[in-house]
C-alpha cells in the first residue's frame, strides 16, 4: 500500500523533478555505523546490559520454577492441604505475574539504554551527512536501504552520488 502510494507521488511528481534538476546522493547509515569505532563499543556495552536484566530475569524464573516444583511435589504426595493448596497457586499466580511485569520492564529498560546509546551518534551521522550535503550541493540525501534491508530506491545508476564514504570520513577524521 505504501510502496503504490510514494510509486504514485513519484509518478506525478517525475515531471516537476525532472524540470528542476535535482542533486540526489544516496547513503548506507548501517556502513557508516559498522566504520565507526564507537558502534563495536556501544554494542558491547548494551550486550553486558542485556546480559545482566537476562540474569536477573532468569534468578526470578529460577525462583518460580523452583516453587511450582515444590507444589507439583506436594500435590503429588499429598501433603498439602486444600489450604495450602490454594495459598500455594496463588503465590505462584502472583510470581508469574511478576515475571511477566519484569520481562515488559526489562524490554523497555533495554530499549531506553539503546536509544541513550545510539542517539548521540545518529545526530553525529546526522550532522555530517548534511555538513557533506552541502559541500556536494545536494537537494536530497536518501537512504540506500531500509533497516529490514528493503531498498528504499528502486533504480539508482550509477552515476548517482553515494556520500557513504564521505559522511564516514568527516566522522571518523574529527
Do not use: C, H
Not at 51 to 66: D, G, L, M, N, P
Amino acid at each position: 500500500m505504501v510502496k503504490k502510494i510514494l510509486l504514485t507521488i513519484l509518478i506525478v511528481s517525475f515531471p516537476f523533478l525532472a524540470s528542476a534538476q535535482l542533486k540526489v546522493g544516496v547513503m548506507n547509515p548501517e556502513r557508516v555505523m559498522d566504520a565507526l569505532p564507537e558502534t563495536a563499543q556501544i554494542q558491547s556495552e548494551l550486550e553486558q546490559f542485556v546480559q545482566q536484566r537476562q540474569q536477573e530475569f532468569t534468578q526470578q524464573y529460577s525462583a518460580w520454577i523452583e516453587a511450582f516444583t515444590d507444589y507439583e511435589e506436594g500435590v503429588e504426595d499429598g501433603s498439602l492441604t486444600g489450604v495450602q493448596r490454594e495459598q500455594a497457586e496463588s503465590r505462584l499466580m502472583e510470581m508469574e505475574e511478576e515475571l511477566e511485569s519484569l520481562e515488559r520492564r526489562i524490554q523497555t529498560q533495554i530499549q531506553n539504554r539503546q536509544n541513550e546509546l545510539i542517539n548521540p551518534i545518529m545526530a553525529r551521522v546526522e550532522d555530517a551527512m548534511e555538513t557533506v550535503a552541502i559541500e556536494l550541493d545536494l537537494d536530497y540525501v536518501l537512504n540506500r536501504q531500509t533497516s529490514q534491508g528493503d531498498l528504499v530506491i528502486y533504480y539508482a545508476s550509477e552515476r548517482g552520488v553515494d556520500i557513504t564514504d564521505r559522511v564516514i570520513e568527516k566522522l571518523t577524521t574529527n
